[in-house]
């Protein structure tokens, strides 16, 4: 079966610090594969999905930035954090292709405090 | 993506039936009906997904309007884990997420 694993589950991280978060997907061969945001009390924000390794897609403009560098790897990242990057960050993955019958199927999500 | 309209919040006793209702009069031929729940402090969970057929699985059943322009989310018998926030979405490559509706479920 299927698995999705994302990391780190907590951070709290200073205003003008790095970030990396990590997803891998097991299971499955090919996914497409997303990264969403939701801000406290707001909805879901996709911020970027890839159709495959090297292949990103940017919803919304901003100082984050995601990399395939494997089929089953996608990283979120970002250089210097402000404080309206906190949120809680969630890895999802879909079947491949251009089909609206895909359905996606999310990790565990992150939670991080810009302070 | 073609946009949903949802109510913001609905209640509902346990044990009772519960319909959730969702409009997408800008739907295309192509798009799917999903819909998708979030409990507190989790990530969204599947729910149920149609094109243009009733659907049922162990979770829920899904209504679609013959015009497409509406579905409804059945919850048979509502139990408090039900509480949480449901969308429904309409997706091609990527799935769009609205504000969704929030059930209150009262023992």
């Known amino acids: 079966s299927q698995t999705i694993h994302q990391w780190p589950a907590t951070l709290v991280q200073p205003v003008g610090s790095p970030l990396s978060l990590e997803c891998t997907v097991e299971g499955t061969s090919n996914p497409n594969l997303y990264w969403y945001r939701q801000a406290a009390g707001r909805g879901l924000q996709l911020l970027f999905y890839s159709v495959g390794i090297g292949q990103i897609s940017s919803e919304v403009p901003q100082n984050l930035s995601a990399s395939r560098p494997q089929d089953r790897q996608f990283i979120l990242s970002s250089k210097k954090l402000l404080l309206s990057d906190s949120g809680f960050y969630l890895c999802?993955?879909?079947?491949?292709?251009?089909?609206?019958?895909?359905?996606?199927?999310f990790g565990e999500g992150s939670w991080l405090t810009v302070v | 993506d073609a946009k949903t309209t949802q109510p913001n919040s609905m209640e509902s006793n346990e044990e009772e039936p519960v319909h959730l209702p969702c409009n997408h009069s800008t739907i295309s031929g192509t798009d799917y009906i999903h819909w998708y729940r979030q409990l507190p402090s989790q990530g969204p969970e599947y729910v149920i997904h149609g094109l243009t057929s009733n659907v049922n699985n162990r979770m829920a059943s899904l209504a679609i309007a013959e015009d497409r322009k509406s579905s409804t989310l059945i919850l048979h018998r509502a139990t408090l884990r039900d509480a949480a926030v449901y969308y429904c979405?309409?997706?091609?490559?990527?799935?769009?997420f609205g504000k969704g509706t929030m059930l209150l479920v009262s023992p």
């Open positions: 979405i309409l997706g091609y490559s990527t799935l769009t």
């Open positions: 999802a993955w879909g079947g491949g292709g251009y089909y609206s019958g895909n359905t996606i199927y």
